[in-house]
């Protein structure tokens, strides 16, 4: 089974760019985020026209997560956590694989710049309430996928010059510490686990030829459960869609599991 994450920057405005990217790497499973309108708004039927089902979370102009999908997904769930911003941040849905029901949790985390503001005191606020609430769901059914755009650098290695992003919303260490603090639920980060000491990036800024000079970083992340980790067979960074006319500043991660 084939399953992508991939911060899209707007839904509507990379429709082709997305469904050529499906035609060539044909996933069952896409997870999107940033997806920027509505749910009346969703190109449903272009999805639908090449086999797959639509399940959105949206909001008007900014954030917005959906699961597109060609195999069966059920109990699609759009309040995970109470965001008290009514922010459309977290789309969850279960799949069965190899007779274990998993389940698939969707993510938008806020970006929290500038850190002096209460962006950053929002940021917080919200990874705390998720991971208490993933706690809960883990002591329930310990076979989770959560991916998506993190907003979270994890490590120095995970960024092109990490003496700029230490004092960032995506790079302070008690926010790279509330990643930790999910890891050690009970998941691995497969793109680390699998390549311990590459550097690959998942984002680069629209600003300043940043894409052209690899000024990135990985702030998109697979966690699976320990217990799910045997299933991987190759986690990938396909950087080709961000060097796309009209590209998502985010390119996709693909997860295969068999």
Known sequence: MKIISWNVNSVRARITNILDYIKQSDPDILLLQEIKTPDESFPYDEFKNIGYNSFVYGQKSYNGVAIISKVNVKNIDKHFINDELKHS?????????????????????????????????????????????IKNKFSKNSNLIIAGDFNIIPEEIDVYDFKRYENDALGKLEIRKKFRELINIGFNDVYRL?????????????????????????????????????????????????????PSDHTPIELQIN
């Open 89 to 133: 941040r977290i789309i969850t849905g279960e799949i069965e694989f190899k007779k274990k029901k998993i389940e698939l949790i969707n993510i938008y985390v806020p970006n929290g710049n500038p850190i002096e503001t209460e962006k950053y005191e929002y940021k917080k606020r919200w990874l705390e309430k998720f991971i208490s609430n």
């Open 194 to 246: 699998r390549n311990k000491d590459k550097q690959e990036f998942t984002f680069w800024d629209y600003f300043a030829g940043s894409w052209e000079k690899n000024y990135g970083m990985r702030i998109d992340h697979f966690l699976l459960s320990n217990n799910l980790i045997e299933f991987v067979k190759s986690i990938n960074i396909n950087t080709k869609p961000r060097s796309k006319i009209k």
